[in-house]
C-alpha cells in the first residue's frame, strides 16, 4: 500500500469513528475501532497478537473488577473478548497456516472432553463444561503454535519480568494498603467474599497478614503464576533480579503447595541438566530469603502450627481428599458439574466442593474423567522428559510443579492462569510430535547433561 493511500484510509477512519461517535457513542465505537484493528494486527502477524493476549491475562481480573466498579458499561463483554475469543481466534488462524499433527496426550485430552460433554448432557450445564475444558484453549493454542528458538527466549524472558513486576506491585497491597481496598472491591463487584471481609484464602491459621494476591483472583492464583515464571526463569538463564522478584511474589503469597511444586521442579532440573553450583547458590537464596520472611511476615506461628499439624486449613485439604475419593467410589459415573465444584458451591451450600484438580474433575464426570485427565497429565509429561530442549524442560518443570499443586487445590478453572501453564506444555507436546526439538549438542546445549560442578 502507498504511503499517500495509507495516510488517506487512516484519516479517514478516524474522521468516520468520530462522526460515528455522536450518534452511537464513543465507547462503542473507539471499541469497534479497537477491535478491527485487533482483528487486523491478529491477521496480520498472529504470533505477536498471541504474546499480547498471554502478556495481558493476569492484568485481566483486576482490570475488568476497577472497570465494574467504576461502572463501565459492558465489562462482563469485555471481559469474554480478552479472554477466549482472542484465543480461539489466534488458534484458527495459526491452524490454517500450518496445523500440526494429533499427538497421543491430545487422543487423552479428547477422551476426557466427550465423557465430560456426555455428562453435561445427562446431569451437567454448559456453563460448567465450560469452565472445566477451558484450559484445553490456551493448550490448543501451544499445539499450532510455532515458536523458534529466539521466540522462546523473548517469550520466557517477558513472561518472568511480568510476574516480577507483578510481585513487586502486589508488595504495596500487603505492607501498605492492606486488605481494604480489595475488600470494597470484591463488595461492590460481587466478587467472593466471606461476610464482609475477604475469603480464607487471603489469610491463614496463625497468620494475621495478608497474603499476596497482586492483579489475579487470589493468593493460591498468584502463587502458581509465580511458580511457572520461576520456572521459567531457571530453564531459559534470565538475569537475577526478576527471578529475585518472583521469589519474593511466591514467598509473601505464602502458598504451601506452591512452594512445595517450585522447589521439586527446580531440584528436578537441576538435577537433569547437571547444575549443581547453580542449584546450591538458589537453595541457599530460597533458604535466606524464607528465614527473612518469617519475621517480616509474621510466618512463625503459621510455621509451627503448620509443623505441629494444627492448622485447620491442613486438615480441610485432608477430609476433603478423603471426601472426594469416598464421592468417586459412591458415584462412579460422577455427580455432574451442576451439583459439584467450585462454581455450585458458589450458589448452593449442599454443592459437592473437593478441594483437589483430579478429584474434582473425577468428582464432577465419574472415574474414566479422572483416568483420562491423568492420563494427559502423565503423558504429557513423559514426551516432555524426552526432549532435551529448553522447551522440554520447562513443560516438565511446568507439569511437575503444577501437578502437585492441582492435588490440593482447585485451579483448572482459572481460565487467566491456564494461559501461564498449559501453553507451554502445549508448545513442547507440538514440537516433540513434529520431531522439530532433536536433543541439542552437549557443546551448544545451555544446560549439558555432562557438566559435573
Not at 485481566?60 to 484465543?87: N, R
Not at 465450560?130 to 528458538?149: E, K
Not at 465419574?366 to 494427559?376: D, E, P, S, V
Not at 485451579?411 to 513434529?434: E, K, T
Request: charged letters at 10%; one cysteine or more; hydrophobic letters at 50%.
Amino acid at each position: 500500500m502507498q504511503p499517500s493511500l495509507a495516510a488517506s484510509s487512516l484519516v479517514f477512519v478516524l474522521l468516520l469513528a468520530a462522526s460515528t461517535g455522536f450518534f452511537l457513542g464513543p465507547l462503542r465505537v473507539s471499541s469497534a475501532l479497537a477491535g478491527a484493528i485487533f482483528l487486523w494486527f491478529l491477521s496480520r502477524h498472529p504470533l505477536p497478537a498471541l504474546g499480547i493476549v498471554l502478556a495481558f491475562l493476569p492484568f485481566d481480573y483486576l482490570a475488568i473488577e476497577l472497570g465494574k466498579f467504576f461502572a463501565v458499561p459492558h465489562m462482563s463483554l469485555v471481559s469474554a473478548c480478552t479472554k477466549e475469543i482472542p484465543l480461539l481466534l489466534l488458534i484458527v488462524r495459526l491452524a490454517w497456516r500450518k496445523a500440526g499433527p494429533w499427538a497421543f496426550p491430545d487422543y487423552f485430552l479428547l477422551a476426557f472432553f466427550a465423557t465430560a460433554a456426555t455428562s453435561t448432557v445427562l446431569q451437567g450445564n454448559l456453563a460448567g463444561l465450560a469452565t472445566d475444558v477451558n484450559f484445553l484453549i490456551p493448550y490448543t493454542a501451544g499445539r499450532v503454535a510455532v515458536l523458534s528458538d529466539r521466540r522462546q527466549q523473548i517469550w520466557a524472558g517477558r513472561a518472568v519480568w511480568i510476574a516480577g513486576l507483578l510481585s513487586l506491585l502486589g508488595l504495596i497491597e500487603v505492607f501498605l494498603l492492606g486488605e481494604a481496598p480489595r475488600t470494597l472491591l470484591y463488595l461492590a463487584t460481587g466478587g467472593e467474599t466471606f461476610g464482609e471481609s475477604l475469603p480464607a484464602s487471603f489469610h491463614g491459621m496463625g497468620f494475621n497478614g495478608l497474603r499476596e494476591a497482586a492483579t489475579m483472583v487470589g493468593p493460591p492464583d498468584f502463587a502458581a503464576l509465580c511458580m511457572v515464571a520461576l520456572i521459567l526463569w531457571w530453564v531459559y538463564g534470565q538475569s537475577l533480579w526478576p527471578g529475585v522478584m518472583v521469589a519474593v511474589g511466591l514467598v509473601c503469597s505464602v502458598t504451601r503447595s506452591a512452594w512445595l511444586g517450585a522447589t521439586c521442579s527446580i531440584l528436578l532440573l537441576g538435577i537433569l541438566t547437571g547444575q549443581r553450583k547453580r542449584l546450591a547458590r538458589c537453595a541457599a537464596f530460597g533458604l535466606g530469603l524464607f528465614l527473612l520472611a518469617i519475621p517480616a511476615l509474621g510466618l512463625g506461628d503459621y510455621l509451627f502450627a503448620t509443623r505441629t499439624g494444627e492448622d485447620l486449613s491442613e486438615q480441610s485439604h485432608r477430609d476433603s481428599l478423603l471426601h472426594g475419593i469416598q464421592y468417586m467410589a459412591e458415584h462412579p459415573l460422577g455427580g455432574g458439574n451442576f451439583k459439584v465444584g467450585p462454581r455450585p458451591a458458589e450458589r448452593n451450600s449442599a454443592a459437592v466442593l473437593v478441594e483437589s484438580t483430579y478429584l474434582d474433575l473425577g468428582s464432577e464426570y465419574g472415574i474414566a474423567g479422572f483416568l483420562f485427565f491423568l492420563g494427559f497429565i502423565i503423558c504429557a509429561l513423559h514426551w516432555s522428559w524426552r526432549q532435551s530442549s529448553q522447551l522440554g524442560y520447562a513443560s516438565l518443570g511446568i507439569l511437575v510443579g503444577m501437578g502437585m499443586v492441582m492435588t490440593v487445590l482447585n485451579l483448572h478453572d482459572d481460565r487467566r492462569l491456564a494461559g501461564w501453564v498449559w501453553f507451554p506444555v502445549g508448545l513442547a507436546v507440538q514440537a516433540w510430535s513434529r520431531r522439530a526439538v532433536l536433543p541439542v549438542p552437549a557443546s551448544k546445549c545451555l544446560f549439558p547433561k555432562n557438566q559435573h560442578n
